[in-house]
T-cell receptor, first 114, second 111 residues
Framework: NAGVTQTPKFRILKIGQSMTLQCTQD?????MYWYRQDPGMGLKLIYY???????DKGEVPNGYNVSRSTTEDFPLRLELAAPSQTSVYFC?????????????FGAGTRLSVL | GQQLNQSPQSMFIQEGEDVSMNCTSS?????WLWYKQDPGEGPVLLIA?????ELTSNGRLTAQFGITRKDSFLNISASIPSDVGIYFC???????????FGKGTKLTVNP
């Protein structure tokens, strides 16, 4: 069972570079999320999506963009990388019904901006 | 942004001991969740709580949704080495997709 798959696992960027963090899920979940986790901190919501074509800002959206053209994929885009974006990024998804509050997380992408 | 106060920050215990950790908030949540994160992995849901006063168990884990809806507790009984990891609480308000996370409790179990 693949679940939520994130690529790449690690990446080093130079200031000002851009990149896309990929996230795909094979559980047919409508809801998908991007979080960042800074050292010693809990996760903070960047963006989320309630279905294909619908996205909304979370708590810390500045410096990021997302798109949701399919149910399976929810890429996160960094346009002009800054050192403050050094973090571990987690993608998550959830379904509806009796498992509605269970967000399934990917293994994370560790990003360093130097 | 809003944050939950989770304590303790870290715990060092002997195998077989019981563990307690808690989360408090200045505002009310409709759902409380407890996650565990192993090194290099994403968080995994342990217990979900949906009603004030609710007490729910999952094996050796027991969690409670506080009566005031501003706090939650997680207990682990008879700890084992594989309990090592970081435990996070998270709160969710009704009608919101946003989870608010605590800073985590890092648990170390000495065999």
């Amino acid at each position: 069972n693949a679940g939520v798959t994130q690529t790449p696992k690690f990446r080093i960027l130079k200031i000002g570079q851009s990149m896309t963090l990929q996230c795909t899920q094979d559980m047919n979940h409508n809801y998908m999320y991007w979080y960042r986790q800074d050292p010693g901190m809990g996760l903070k919501l960047i963006y989320y999506s309630v279905g294909a074509g619908i996205t909304d800002k979370g708590e810390v959206p500045n410096g990021y963009n997302v798109s949701r053209s399919t149910t399976e994929d929810f890429p996160l885009r960094l346009e002009l990388a800054a050192p403050s974006q050094t973090s571990v990024y987690f993608c998550a998804s959830r379904g509806t019904g009796y498992t509605k509050n269970i967000q399934y997380f990917g293994a994370g992408t560790r990003l360093s901006v130097l | 942004g809003q944050q939950l106060n989770q304590s303790p920050q870290s715990m060092f215990i002997q195998e077989g001991e019981d563990v307690s950790m808690n989360c408090t908030s200045s505002s009310i949540f409709n759902t409380w969740l407890w996650y565990k994160q192993d090194p290099g992995e994403g968080p995994v849901l342990l217990i979900a709580l949906y009603k004030a006063g609710e007490l729910t168990s999952n094996g050796r884990l027991t969690a409670q949704f506080g009566i005031t809806r501003k706090d939650s507790f997680l207990n682990i009984s008879a700890s084992i080495p594989s309990d090592v990891g970081i435990y996070f609480c998270a709160g969710q308000k009704g009608g919101s997709e946003k989870l608010v996370f605590g800073k985590g409790t890092k648990l170390t179990v000495n065999p």
